[in-house]
Nanobody, 127 residues
Framework: QVQLVESGGGWVQAGGSLKLSCTAS????????IGWFRQAPGKGREAVSC????????YYADSVAGRFAISRDTDNNAVILEMDNLRTEEKAGYYC????????????????????WGKGTLVTVSS
């Protein structure tokens, strides 16, 4: 059974940093494009960042470019999202997903398997 689990969420003041981790069982993450998405209260889900399978090319939403960094930790079957200079409007549930994207379409939800999503980790950013 495939299971993705996010961790590392919590409370941080605006301008602070958090490191999220996406780990998996029943799935080898390095064989998939992995995306991070977020959903703020009352809003739709949006793409944050993704990393491709081959070569590990990375992509970022314009709003987080230069502040967030995605990487693979293949020894631990994990994908890391490091978030710096967090803003209050980035308070949201953060979700990772596994998919088959091969380009910047990894920022598009439909390229991820319906059963390859984690349940999310909550990030709270206060002023």
């Amino acid at each position: 059974q495939v299971q993705l689990v996010e961790s590392g969420g919590g409370w941080v003041q605006a301008g602070g940093s958090l490191k999220l981790s996406c780990t998996a069982s029943g799935l080898t993450l390095e064989n998939y494009a992995i995306g991070w998405f977020r959903q703020a209260p009352g809003k739709g889900r949006e793409a944050v960042s993704c990393i491709l399978k081959d070569g590990g090319r990375t992509y970022y939403a314009d709003s987080v470019a230069g502040r967030f960094a995605i990487s693979r930790d293949t020894d631990n079957n994990a994908v890391i999202l490091e978030m710096d200079n967090l803003r209050t409007e980035e308070k949201a549930g953060y979700y990772c997903a596994g998919g088959w994207a091969t380009s910047d379409n990894c920022l598009v939800e439909r390229y991820y398997g319906r059963n390859y999503w984690g349940k999310g980790t909550l990030v709270t950013v206060s002023s």
